[in-house]
């Protein structure tokens, strides 16, 4: 059986709200906060970028777990902001984590599904015997001013995939990707640009809707046969409508989704509504996961929960503790932390 | 800070990794060749990241450094923390305010970065703590 062993979660205390940022852009916040269903967002302090986050997710996921780290194979961290363009956030990571010498690795970049393609590789790699460390974290980029700045966030969200103890079984994954230009930053650039509402459509409904669909029919599987599932969630409002065209209900999307309340975490975002699902899911239970990277590409998960979860919660720092402590910041102090 | 003096300090900075005297038993941090025992007999020890706040300071003005900048904003706060093994050591606290601050209070050892060698330059990571 080949899954998760470990999870583990990282959000940035800071949160602003969208009240703070409408005022700043003269915006009108009933209007934003309806239009996107989001009311507040994480955001880093000064010191905290993709490889420290990932480092606090990590060594979540490593001390919950009985592997130690020196017999793990890999690491992969998806991210679209790594913090250098040339040396890799992997091996930052790694040595943090106490990984020793005797590991591969390389970052991932697609967009916001960088972190599930992380999670891919992994998979593939423990079927042959290997114990990886994969997953994802942002310090999401947007220009002041941009309608992206009510959203783009800040977290981690990492996992130890293998075969020994498994808490969450990987029955499944399958992809659906295509050229299709709808978000983008190019070398040098400092922020992204987007094709406003072409994100929507042709792209992330597109997409998403493919992947979930191929990965149900290739499991003769139906909506209903899953007690949880994951989206993409730039907003709030996209992954509930993709909910509703799929058949899947608001309670089954609920637990895993926490972008009103930390915003778009960009290639954390599906992730860390996984992990938070991971905290309470109970044995036997069967959660869909379907991510969304601009440019473009949907991975989807079938995952089925097994006995050994119910030891794995036990102690573990939850996503919902870091959701819960958050202390607020003014527009002043987020140009100040969280835009680089 | 020179890169391969960086690179050095990584074991001691992003894992707080001292040295354990097989003599004497005393842990220290940083590293040392020798104990103060007079043993030479050292082996590496990985401090667990706990500790208390020994003395703390609100720094309000900061001193210029125009080779290396240290990721931090103004007011910041500086602390010797004794950790739960023995030695103290110098460390920023974050993501406390100034009302949370207490000696004798618990903290534990989180990972950020120290500071970078201008635009270009390499980024060094460590140890920071927050309150546990």
């Known amino acids: 059986m ?12 800071y949160r602003i709200k969208v009240e703070e940022i409408a005022k700043a852009q003269g915006a009108d916040a009933v209007v934003i906060k309806e239009s996107l269903m989001i009311s507040e967002k994480s955001f880093p302090d000064i010191d905290e970028d993709t490889a420290t986050m990932a480092v606090e997710a990590g060594r979540i996921t490593l001390s919950s777990s009985a592997i130690s780290p020196e017999d793990i194979s890999a690491i992969y961290i998806g991210s679209e902001s790594h913090p250098y363009a040339v040396k890799p956030t992997g091996t930052i990571v790694a040595q943090a984590l106490g990984m020793g010498n005797g590991y591969t690795c390389a970052d991932l970049q697609f967009a916001c599904k960088g972190g599930t393609a992380a999670i891919q590789v992994a998979y593939y790699m423990a079927k042959a015997g290997l114990n990886v460390v994969a997953g994802a974290a942002d310090t999401a980029q947007s220009a002041p001013g941009d309608i992206l700045e009510y959203t783009a966030a800040a977290g981690a969200a990492m996992f130890l995939v293998g075969k020994e103890k498994v808490c969450a079984e990987i029955k499944d994954t399958v992809s659906f990707s295509s050229d299709t230009p709808d978000f983008w930053r190019k070398p040098q650039k400092k922020y992204p ?16 809707m493919s992947a979930a669909k191929m990965l149900m029919k290739k499991n003769g599987t139906v909506p209903k046969d899953y007690d949880y599932a994951v989206f993409h969630q730039p907003n709030g409002k996209f992954p509930s409508r993709v909910a509703k065209k799929l058949g899947f209900t608001e309670k089954q999307i609920s637990d895993g989704m926490l972008v009103t309340r930390i915003g778009n975490t960009y290639s954390a975002a599906s992730l860390l509504g996984l992990c938070a699902v991971l905290d309470i899911a109970k044995p036997g239970q069967r959660i869909l996961l379907t991510s969304y990277g601009s440019g473009a590409g949907s991975d989807s998960f079938d995952i089925l929960i097994t006995e050994n979860i ?3 919660q036990k102690s573990r720092k939850t996503t919902q503790s870091f959701i819960e402590d958050k202390v607020y910041g003014d527009y002043l102090k987020y140009l100040k932390r969280a835009v680089r | 800070m ?4 960086i690179w050095r300090q990584i074991e ?6 001292g040295t354990l005297c097989k003599d004497c038993k005393k842990k220290h941090f940083p590293p040392r060749e020798v104990c103060s025992c007079g043993c030479y007999d050292l082996e590496k020890y990985r401090f667990l990241g706990k500790g208390e706040i020994v003395t703390y300071t609100v720094i309000r003005i900061s001193s210029e450094d125009n080779e290396d900048t240290p990721f931090r904003n103004i007011p910041y706060v500086l602390a010797i923390v004794r950790l739960d093994e023995g030695p103290s050591l110098t460390a920023q606290i974050v993501q406390c305010s100034e009302s949370e601050l207490m000696i004798g209070k618990k903290v534990e050892m989180v990972f950020r970065k120290l500071l970078e060698k201008g635009e270009k330059g390499v980024i060094q990571y460590g140890y920071k703590f927050r309150i546990a």
């Open chain 1, 2 to 13: 080949v899954g998760i062993i470990s999870w583990g979660s990282y959000i940035p205390r």
């Open chain 1, 193 to 208: 640009s987007h094709a406003g509402s072409f994100t929507g459509e042709p792209s992330y409904f597109r997409h998403v």
């Open chain 1, 310 to 312: 119910i030891a794995a």
């Open chain 2, 2 to 5: 020179a890169i391969p003096r």
């Open chain 2, 12 to 17: 001691e900075k992003y894992n707080l990794v």
